[in-house]
């Protein structure tokens, strides 16, 4: 059977993929299958064996802690920029937590046994990886020291600005169970404070869908820890969350018109009290 032909221009948006040479990714290529991210697809649960792992192009997935009560706890949020399950990067053959679709989207999949012999005979992925894992561990360590100290909407705050950088676009799908689960708090809370977030003029959430109307707000709204593991990444893999130009597409603005929305004082305040508390 003749071997199958791909194009000669392979240009993924996954950013570990992204650094290496045309050469190197045409190598690759033929190991590499799309695989659609359903919303909701539970990748790995928790101490299953990685046989494949997942470049992600586009979406959100989330690694979580699972507690036996059926509960669970995110520790870590993957897009384009990482690869999924980030343990098989550390020669590990089974899955720490839970891997499941936050965001649907799409990956290209690699079988592991191919990873790890990638891993080996392409030193510019080894390379790139190896950075990639450093900011994950960096991003799973200040997730769970945040996750212990600092107050229900920080924490919200620091998980929209970190699914906002990860999103093609100003408006994201999440309903209110799964942000409470990812969160570890009940729905009601979650209720509240997107209201409030919402009150201040920072998002609109209707409907299980979330848009961010003000950027610049809900950075200066976040505990201090979303700043912290931007800056591991942009350290470890530079203009990791830079957004390229899409042709015929202007990029998302950092700050949208409300649209009937006005920002409450009242809303700003309370966020700010947070943030004072929390630093
Ligand atoms: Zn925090």
Known sequence: ????????????????????????????????????????????????????????????????????????????????????????????????????????????????????????????????????????????????????????????????????DRSDSNTFAIKQECLAEMLGVCRSTITVTAGALQQAGLIRYSRGVITVLDRPGLEAAACECYGAIREHFERLLPDTFERPPVPGQQRPPERMPARGLRPDPAARAWLALGARRSA
Request: proline content about 5%; overall charge positive; glycine content about 4%.
């Open 1 to 164: 059977m003749a071997a199958p032909s791909y194009p000669m221009k392979f240009e993924p948006k996954n950013r570990l993929l992204a650094q290496l040479s045309s050469a190197d990714l045409l190598n690759l290529r033929p190991y590499l299958k799309r695989a659609p991210l359903m919303k909701d697809k539970i990748l790995f649960a928790a101490d299953e064996p990685i046989t494949r792992v997942y470049f992600i192009e586009t979406g959100i997935v989330s690694l979580a802690a699972a507690f036996r009560n059926g509960s669970s706890s995110e520790m870590a949020t993957i897009g384009r920029e990482g690869v999924v399950d980030v343990s098989a990067l550390l020669g590990a053959s089974t899955t720490l937590g839970q891997c499941q679709v936050q965001a649907h989207g799409s990956a290209w999949a690699l079988e592991t046994s191919r990873f790890q012999s990638a891993l080996r005979d392409i030193p510019a992925l080894r390379q790139t990886c190896q950075a990639y894992a450093q900011a994950f561990v960096g991003q799973a360590l200040q997730t769970a020291a945040c996750n212990s100290v600092h107050p229900l909407k920080k924490r919200c705050v620091r998980w929209l600005l970190m699914s906002h």
